[in-house]
């Protein structure tokens, strides 16, 4: 039996016949309409084990199929642990929500000691956008999702033992590459002029000494955090949520800890205390060394990420035991199968995150000093509730995609995807909007303190009011890829993706050089790739993947959601801006939030959202049982 990963575009009726099914690939086995001829242009054929459901044991020897335990050995496969879908996304949510608070503080100290108007800082994280870019991409895109598709067919079709085997290899693997990979990255970094060859173009920006230098020392973090990854796609797929969701929240209690030493070393103004705004020679060195201590800490920090999941991945039967002296089933996928199919997903699965190291990289070349740090904190501040619920939420569910995938549960994928992909809008458009409505007072909160002055929120505060409005889109893309992935179709959210990269490029350059936009311009190009790359993928899911209409009233209930979003939007902007001069910005801002959220609720339930019903009911419930 052949594994989700592997594909055979030769595959014949007979050979799906041998499979346990005589359908075509990509056929419909629940829930074609009747008479309906399956769509054209349809991906490679997906091998599959059998029609079963994925918590029943594969019962027969197959031809030239071993399991763990030989040759026609039957290994029974995991229980379904696919349940529970909301009590997971909450958990996610919740570790999360505590991962991005630590996040902010952790940028609001950083900003405090450096400023907004430092080359160095803006180096730093220069250099922080390479290694954080394989972060993005690998930890929550091509790398996991590659491994746990075949972990998945791993698990159901040849039992747990084979999965963890194909674990322990893959770490082994991925370790070694790894390392290359970061030695060559390190060479090319050194190697890389201060001009982009054949252009006057200053692409490290104003201190490209500082960027080499300080990407040398962050690059290790690369083979720290893909390994993470892999920890954290193998305890998903083996039902383990807590630890992979709390490995973040520990690294970022690090990385504070680190920040509060160099305060203690250095001193919150690292410039000069009495123009923290100005950076001479001597301020410049002393920022410097600064970066290099905080170099240190992440990489720490990166371990710390490792070492609390080793315990959730023995208690998953993932390390020790007989994993690694057991030898893979002939017709499993292998660890170079996994890494060969994470390749082409890293573009198709980190479209947004690839955007917005290409945003970086010119706001360090084309934009004066503050404009990478300004650039960063908006994407800092947009992450907050992109992360907390459209991350979480497709983390979440996409071991059930999958696993419905595996089995050709059509039907059951498409309502997986329309009902989360509706609770995803329920909560992110209403957050884009007050977040949008209320940008300059949570910049003012957050971070205007010590070196970080009211100018550095001024320019900061365009750029996140343009992100907001990728926020849906940039959760929705996520969703809907993985989707393609959970059917096997890997390559069209590639291709959307490369084009809309190139896109995403153009539109910064017209913005900054031709209209001279600052910060915000960067941000605008990424919106509207996002939203573009979403419009493009979402037909898709009937016309290629064949995934019939389930019957969720996505368009009508996400009219209601809007009207109810800008509604509490305005009241929200209007309660802070008349508390802001009697309670103080903090308490201001805290009463705005919950007035938004309140007038948010009430009309959600007023319109007839039934997200906002179902949430407001399970909410008084817990309120009326405490």
Not at 16 to 32: I, K, M
Not at 180 to 206: K, N
Not at 218 to 228: D, E, K, N, R
Not at 579 to 586: F, S
């Amino acid at each position: 039996m052949e594994a989700v990963l592997l594909f055979d575009p030769g595959l014949d009726e007979r050979n799906w016949r041998r499979f346990g099914t005589s359908a075509r690939p990509f056929e419909p086995l629940t829930c074609s309409p009747k008479g309906a001829r399956p769509p054209p242009n349809r991906p490679p054929a997906l091998k599959h084990a059998s029609s079963a459901p994925l918590n029943q044991p594969t019962t027969g020897p197959t031809e030239g199929a071993g399991a763990a335990g030989g040759p026609g050995h039957s290994s029974p496969a995991p229980p379904d642990r696919h349940t529970r879908l909301g009590r997971r996304t909450a958990l996610i949510s919740a570790f999360t929500l505590l991962s991005r608070v630590l996040g902010l503080v952790r940028e609001a100290v950083a900003s405090a000691l450096f400023g907004g108007n430092s080359g160095i800082y803006d180096a730093f994280i220069t250099a922080w956008r390479v290694p954080n870019l394989f972060r993005r991409f690998l930890g929550e895109g091509a790398l996991s999702t590659s491994f746990q598709t075949a972990l998945t067919a791993v698990d159901s079709d040849h039992g747990e033992v084979a999965g963890a085997t194909l674990f322990w290899r893959t770490l082994k693997m991925l370790a070694g590459l790894l390392l290359g990979l970061c030695l060559v990255i390190m060479a090319l970094v050194y190697l890389t002029p201060d001009r982009m060859p054949g252009t006057q173009w200053l692409w490290l920006g104003e201190d490209p000494a500082a960027v080499r230098e300080l990407t040398l020392r962050l690059m290790p973090f690369v083979v720290l955090v893909c390994v993470s990854a892999l920890f954290t796609g193998a305890l998903h797929v083996r039902g383990s949520f807590a630890a992979p969701a709390f490995a973040p929240a520990a690294m970022n209690v690090i990385w504070i800890l680190v920040l509060l030493l160099v305060a203690m070393q250095f001193g919150w103004f690292g410039a000069s205390p009495e123009a923290p705004g100005e950076l001479g020679v001597e301020g410049q060195l002393r920022h410097l060394e600064m970066a290099r201590w905080l170099a240190i800490g992440v990489l720490v920090s990166g371990v710390v990420q490792l070492l609390v999941q080793l315990p959730a991945l023995r208690a998953a039967g993932l390390l020790g035991g007989r994993a690694s002296r057991t030898p893979l089933p002939t017709d499993a996928p292998k660890p170079l199968d996994v890494l060969k199919r994470s390749a082409p997903l890293a573009l198709g699965a980190a479209v947004y995150q690839i955007n917005v190291m290409v945003d970086g990289l010119m706001a360090e070349g084309l934009l004066p000093n503050g404009g990478p740090t300004a650039h960063y904190l908006a994407n800092r501040v947009q992450q907050f509730p992109l992360a907390l619920v459209a991350i979480a939420a497709t983390s979440a569910v996409f071991p059930a995609l999958q696993a419905l995938g595996h089995k050709r549960d059509l039907r059951g994928l498409r309502k997986l995807h329309d009902t989360t992909h509706l609770a995803i809008a329920a909560v992110a458009v209403p957050a884009a909007c007050g977040l949008f409505a209320l940008s300059q007072p949570v910049l003012e909160v957050l971070f205007e303190r010590g070196s970080y002055q009211s100018d550095d929120v001024l320019r900061t505060t365009p750029a996140l009011q343009a992100l907001c409005l990728a926020i849906l889109p940039a959760g929705a893309t996520g969703l809907i890829a993985r989707t393609y992935y959970a059917m096997g179709d890997f390559l069209t959210p590639v291709k959307i993706s490369v084009s809309m990269l190139f896109l995403n490029a153009l539109l910064n350059t017209w913005f900054l050089v031709g209209l001279g936009m600052d910060v915000e311009g960067l941000a605008a190009g990424t919106a509207i790739t996002s939203a573009l790359n979403a419009a493009a993928l979402l037909p898709g899911l009937t016309s290629r993947l064949g995934l019939p209409a389930c019957g969720v009233p996505m368009r009508g209930a996400l009219g209601k959601i809007l009207v109810a979003s800008l509604i509490a939007a305005a009241a929200a902007s209007g309660a802070e801006a008349l508390l802001d001069g009697i309670v103080g910005r903090t308490a201001a801002l805290t009463v705005a939030i919950g007035v938004g959220g309140g007038t948010y609720a009430a009309g959600g339930m007023l319109l007839g959202v039934d997200v906002v019903r179902v949430i407001a009911r399970k909410f008084l419930g817990r309120r009326s049982r405490s």
